[in-house]
């Protein structure tokens, strides 16, 4: 369905060393593609930071 890279890094992985680099504990993705690829890339760099939807971070900031 999607056309993958054959040359150079993964885009998912640029975007997650960029995630990495500014030191925080969560991403927050809008789309469901998006998502998996984030959680591909951190998972590829054994990052900790955890990938949530915004729809999650909304919830998650309603209940305080």
């Keep these: 369905m999607w056309?993958?890279?054959?040359?150079g890094t993964r885009i998912n992985l640029n975007r997650v060393d960029e995630a990495i680099a500014t030191g925080a504990d969560q991403v927050a993705v809008a789309c469901p593609f998006c998502r998996v690829m984030v959680s591909d890339g951190m998972t590829a760099r054994e990052s900790t930071t955890e990938v949530l939807?915004?729809?999650?971070?909304l919830l998650e900031n309603i209940k305080r």
């Design 3 to 7: 056309m993958e890279e054959k040359l």
């Design 53 to 57: 939807d915004v729809a999650q971070v």
